[in-house]
């Protein structure tokens, strides 16, 4: 069975400092897909990123960076100074495949709420 | 505009009794989801159907069905045998391959009384 941690259930910081939101997964699969969603208060999930298991480079989109670890199992997720508007809870996700080469549904973490302060 | 929608927004019931929500998408997807989150949890897959006329159950399937008649709606039933339906139900779907990343639609907050 998968598995999803988001270790930090509420992380509160001041705006303009950075932070960084763990991810770590369990799986025996070799092929897979990693995601991140923002749910924001009024509870629609709005997609951040989706990495294959075989592209280990970082990314970074605007102020928005992740890392990828697949030695480690994580998946971590960086906002450079912060904004009163990235206040939401935030959740990663792991896709697994089948051997066949589908997939279904995605597997989520309990997410992190993240606050930032003014 | 493309997106996915789902009605009602909120929708309160009397234990006891089935209610439908409704899921619709114009952007053409083949696949369709329903998950179901509890507060402070995690989203929970509850039924999946990847084309017209088939559906999976999910992790947590007991107590709900589902029907795809057609490639854009797939609507949820809640049983009276669900035992704690009280819930907020997201709507996603994702294109030819089940791979690709799923968009979720605002999201039905059910309650039952």
């Known amino acids: 069975a998968q598995k999803v941690t988001q270790a930090q259930t509420e992380i509160s910081v001041v705006e303009k400092e950075d932070v960084t939101l763990d991810c770590v997964y369990e799986?025996?699969?070799?092929?897979?897909?990693l995601f991140w969603y923002k749910q924001p208060p009024s509870g629609e999930l709005v997609f951040l990123i989706r990495?294959?298991?075989?592209?280990?480079q970082n990314e970074i989109s605007g102020r928005y960076s992740w890392n990828f670890q697949k030695s480690t199992s994580s998946f971590n997720f960086t906002i450079t100074a912060s904004q009163v508007v990235d206040s939401a809870v935030y959740f990663c996700?792991?896709?697994?495949?089948?051997?066949?080469?589908?997939?279904?549904?995605?597997?989520f973490g309990k997410g992190t709420h993240l606050i930032i302060q003014p | 505009d493309g997106g996915i929608t789902q009605s009602p927004k909120y929708l309160f019931r009397k234990e006891g009794q089935n209610v439908t929500l409704s899921c619709e998408q114009n952007?053409?997807?083949?696949?369709m989801y329903w998950y179901r989150q509890d507060p402070g949890q995690g989203l929970r897959l509850i039924y999946y159907?990847?084309?017209?006329?088939?559906?999976q159950k999910g992790d947590i399937a007991e107590g709900y069905s589902v029907s795809r008649e057609k490639k854009e709606s797939f609507p949820l039933t809640v049983t009276s045998a669900q035992k704690n339906p009280t819930a907020f139900y997201l709507c996603?779907?994702?294109?030819?391959?089940?791979?690709?990343?799923?968009?979720f639609g605002p999201g039905t907050r059910l309650t039952v009384l």
């Open positions: 996603a779907s994702t294109g030819t391959a089940s791979t690709d990343t799923q968009y």
């Open positions: 799986t025996r699969d070799t092929t897979y897909y």
């Open positions: 990495r294959n298991s075989f592209d280990e």
């Open positions: 996700a792991p896709l697994l495949m089948y051997s066949g080469g589908g997939a279904d549904g995605l597997t």
């Open positions: 952007l053409n997807h083949d696949a």
């Open positions: 159907s990847q084309i017209v006329n088939d559906f």
